[in-house]
């Protein structure tokens, strides 16, 4: 139902934009996330943004990268600058829904590769 787009190759030094789309409306949305997976690695939190628009980065990539949300178009991108070889990763967009019950949706995976 996530349908998440923008990887690629691209030299270190360099930017990416990461888009994730929802193919249907989803309503109650709580957390919109990237996720990435490097290989031989567990899936780790990039950065996060709430309903109510606080945001959160692993350290890795504070100040490097930003996380924005459109509520209306449930859409999250993540904008990638300045990237490092260990930004090399399978990249997930996540979202959180809650109202009666919990529902939680993962994206497809792009793969982003940083060239040294």
């Known amino acids: 139902q996530l349908q998440a787009s923008g990887g690629g190759l691209v030299q270190a030094g360099g930017s990416l934009r990461l888009s994730c789309a929802a193919s249907?409306?989803?309503?109650?949305?709580?957390?919109m996330a990237w996720y990435r997976q490097a290989p031989g690695k567990q899936r780790e939190l990039v950065a996060g943004?709430?309903?109510?628009?606080?945001?959160n980065y692993a350290d890795s990539v504070k100040g490097r990268f930003t996380i924005s949300r459109d509520n209306a178009k449930n859409t999250v991108t993540l904008q990638m600058n300045s990237l490092k070889p260990e930004d090399t990763a399978v990249y997930y967009c996540?979202?959180?829904?809650?109202?009666?019950?919990?529902?939680?949706?993962w994206g497809q995976g792009t793969l982003v590769t940083v060239s040294s």
């Open positions: 996540n979202i959180v829904a809650s109202s009666i019950r919990r529902y939680e949706y």
């Open positions: 249907a409306r989803i309503s109650a949305i709580r957390f």
């Open positions: 943004v709430t309903g109510g628009g606080s945001t």
